[in-house]
Each structure stands twice: as C-alpha cells, then as structure tokens.
C-alpha cells in the first residue's frame, strides 16, 4: 500500500481555501486545517455587536470550513508576533494598511514550521494568479514560496496548471491533470467549481476578512500611531479601532462615540480606561475619550456628546463625566451644532 500523504490547507473562511482542501482531499490526501487569528479579523466582533448586522449568520467562518470539509481545524494566536508584520513590512502597504504579501509570507512560514513539527508533507493555499493585486500576481508568488521556506512543499490546487510542478506532483503524490488553472479577479470558476462540490452558503466570495484592507479603519490606525508618535498597538487598540465614532477635537485627545445600543454594550468593558461620558438626561451614546483631554478639552467633548444624544436640539442637556479614577460630575452643556463639526475631525 502507499503511504497516504497529509497536507495542511491554510483556512481562511473564504471560498477559495475551502476549495483548495477539497481538490486535495479528492485524491486522497489527509487535509488539516491551520487559521491564523491576528486580531485584525473581520468576523465576529462588528458583525456580533452592530444592529445592522443582526441577520448576517454570527459563525467563524474559518470553523464552517472545516465542518463542511470533516477535518480537523487548528487556530493559532499570532497576535503578538504578527504585530512587526504591520508595523515593519518588508514588502510594503497595499492600497491601506494591509501588508498582503509579508501576511502571506508569514503565514506560510509558520504552517512550515507546523508541517516540521507535525510530520505533513506540504501546505495548501487558495491562491489565485491574478486574484489580488499585492500579494497573488504571477511575480509575487514565488516570492512567497521561497520567503517562507516552502519551496516546492507550496500546492496551489486552484492555479496550479499555471505554476511549475511541485513536489508534490514531481513525485506522483497529486495528479496534475486534476488540479485547475484558474486565474484573474473572477470568481466565476470557483462559484462553479463550488456547485459542482454542492457547496452552499459559504462567505461572499469577494469579501475581505481583515480590516487592515478597509480604508477607514486604516486612516484610524494611522491617526493613533501618529498621535501617540510611534507604531505600535495592543489587542484592546485595535479592537476599539473597530467600533463607535472617532472624532478627533484636538491632537491630544479624541472621542469614541457608540453609534448604538450594541457599540454602547462594548464599550462599557473599557470604561475604567478612560474619561467617559454619558448623556443622562436624554437618551444618548457612551462616550470613551482616548488621550489627555484638558478642562476645555471636557466641556468641547461634552457638548459633542450632547450633539449625538436625543437632546441634540435642546437648549441644554446633563452629561456625567466620570475620570478614570471613578469620580463622576455632571455637566450642564449646549449641543454642539452638527453642521459646526469640521469634517476634519472624523476619523
């Protein structure tokens, strides 16, 4: 009998990784699954948390992969160690802040070092050539195989027919004729090749999974290492980055506004952290000020705190103001008139 061999397929939740696992389990190769959780994920914070999101399904979709697969997933916390990946690329930026191809490179080199450890003969991507503009370009590619250590233990199933052989094919573990030569922005191969597997209900094939890509989240990075006048960040930074307005009055402080009941629900976790506020004789937001706000700097954000509470057009509204020692006062202010907010000011 021959030896069956074992991949490790990198899950992102996407369809183009469920598909990679399946070509390979399809000629008979034992699939495992690794996902990397940096922090900068996308599914399950803001989709559990704001209203408008309420009838998106509240899954990992990393895990759902793995269900409709029947293979074992492993998730990995990378958190810190992925930290001078966004701070430090060796490749640089995208259009945002996403360092796509140092993210791919880093990734691939740790399921390296997991198939080492574990006794797997190769890795799996859902990569595409010609998918996405930083890091799936016919130059980049190699890039990643030979930056991470994986050389030729690197399958490709989607794209394959486009790449040289590799190991894996070179030595009669995978048949070639069998993999696809997928390749562009199009996802229309893989959403037949999708129905082909009666795969259903998987996420939108174009949709990103880390908010390093979203431009405004990006802007809001930026603004916070340029504040605080070095790059770096903590779990809870870039957690916040996710949620609320981001009004910034002034360099040395700004507004985290919640724009509804489930944001306000969040933000109470950090209010020991900072200055907040609270509209208490309206209806109003929870309001974290992030930075050292002086006594003007009070009064300016308390005003804006009236502004998104229903008093928004009353003559005055009561704000409590608790520091970060827990002593609260209250403070009896005008709103501050929407159309006087500089748009400059929002993050």
């Known amino acids: 009998m021959t030896e069956k061999r074992k991949a490790v397929a990198l899950i992102s939740g996407g369809l183009d990784s469920l598909l990679a696992a399946r070509v390979m389990m399809d000629q008979g190769v034992h699939v495992e699954g690794i996902n990397f959780y940096t922090g900068f994920c996308v599914e399950g914070h803001t989709h559990a948390i704001r209203k408008k999101d309420r009838d998106r399904p509240k899954r990992n979709n990393a895990l759902w992969v ?35 191809l140092d993210c791919k490179i880093f990734m691939v080199n740790k399921a390296r070092e997991w198939i080492d450890d574990h ?47 590799t190991r894996p094919e070179k030595e009669g573990w995978l048949d070639r004729d069998k993999l696809h030569d997928f390749s562009g922005r199009s996802r229309k191969p893989q959403m037949a090749l999708a129905a082909h597997y009666g795969f259903e209900d998987y996420a939108q ?18 603004d916070l290492w340029a504040t605080r006048g070095k790059r770096e960040y903590e779990l809870d930074d870039i957690m916040l980055l996710k949620v609320g307005r981001h009004i910034r009055p002034g360099p040395n402080y700004k507004l985290i506004v919640g724009r509804e009941e489930g944001e306000n629900r969040f933000m109470e976790g950090y209010r020991k952290r900072f200055v907040h506020m609270l509209p208490t004789s309206h209806s109003g937001p929870l309001v974290l000020l992030d930075g050292e706000p002086d006594n003007n700097d009070i009064e300016l954000a308390a ?45």
């Not at 991507?125 to 690197?154: F, M, N, W, Y």
Request: charged share 25%; glycine share 8%.
């Open 66 to 100: 793995a269900e409709q697969l029947g293979i074992k997933l492993h998730i990995l916390d990378i958190i810190e160690e992925y930290k001078d990946i966004v701070i430090n690329p060796k490749h640089g930026y995208g259009s945002n802040l996403n360092p796509c």
């Open 119 to 165: 006794g797997f003969d190769c890795i799996v991507t859902g990569e595409v050539i010609g998918q996405r503009p930083k890091s799936q370009r016919r130059d980049t590619l190699p890039v990643v195989a030979r930056e991470s250590g994986a050389d030729d233990r690197l399958v490709r199933p989607l794209c394959a027919k486009n790449l040289p052989p």
């Open 205 to 222: 094939p174009a949709g990103g999974c880390c908010f390093l890509t979203d431009k405004q989240y990006s802007v809001k990075l930026a």
């Open 303 to 347: 005003r804006l705190t009236a502004r998104f509470s229903q008093g928004r057009d009353a003559e005055r509204v009561i704000v409590e103001v608790t520091g970060k020692n827990g002593e609260s006062r209250a403070l009896a202010v005008k709103p501050y008139p929407a159309e006087q907010v500089p748009a400059s000011w929002y993050l």
